[in-house]
């Protein structure tokens, strides 16, 4: 593989050194090589090339680069954090949209493109990833009838008719065993003040009140 020379610009009072490296390098294995020839701290290493700071992986992906002869590579030592400190330098970094792990690779490469290259906010790629399939179908058929109720002037009972359905998809099944929302609030299971039953008609014709 092609080796080219980059410029390596430690934050501080060292002056820039060059470093020969692969065209094509994988950041976790140039920050691993940097740490190893200026003997620096690998945990601390914060690397920034072209103005974008690296990171050794993009959802759960190795992040490779694609390094030109004479690149300037900017290298920072973080702080270490103080003692009893909770969390990481990344923190707000941590609490950005990730699609699982055990997403396909379609998708993630997706959900890379959206979010690096279209710039979408966390809480949009956040509803395009929860929504199944099923659900985008669902989506996809509901806008293709609306144009044709729309034109036999059945807008009005199209958009009721999605209300009831959308509540009775929701209602769930309840399975046997399972408390419902009045035995939750019902402690002791008590009845009812002018409950209908048969113990209460059985009560009423032995008073007297028929």
Request: charge should be positive.
């Amino acid at each position: 593989m092609a080796e080219v020379d980059i410029v390596v610009r430690t934050i501080g009072p060292s002056r820039p050194s060059h470093l020969r490296v692969a065209s094509r390098i994988k950041v976790a294995e140039l920050r691993k090589l940097l740490a190893s020839d200026k003997r620096l701290p690998l945990e601390q290493l914060k690397l920034v090339l072209r103005g974008k700071i690296l990171r050794d992986e993009n959802n759960g992906a190795d992040v490779y680069l694609d390094l030109k002869e004479g690149d300037s590579l900017m290298v920072a030592i973080a702080p270490k954090p103080p003692a009893g400190h909770v969390g990481n330098d990344d923190e707000d970094d941590d609490l950005r949209f990730r699609i699982p792990q055990s997403a396909s690779r379609w998708k993630r490469t997706i959900f890379t493109f959206l979010q690096q290259k279209m710039k979408l906010p966390d809480i949009m790629l956040m509803v395009l990833f929860s929504i199944s399939l099923k659900g985008w179908a669902i989506i996809v058929i509901w806008f293709s009838l609306a144009p044709v109720a729309h034109k036999w002037d059945l807008g009005p009972l199209y958009m009721l008719g999605t209300g009831f359905a959308i509540i009775l998809l929701n209602l769930g099944h309840r399975q046997q065993g399972d408390l419902s929302a009045f035995s939750i609030f019902n402690e002791g299971f008590r009845e009812l003040p002018g409950t209908l039953n048969a113990e209460r008609l059985d009560r009423d014709l032995r008073a007297g009140q028929f």
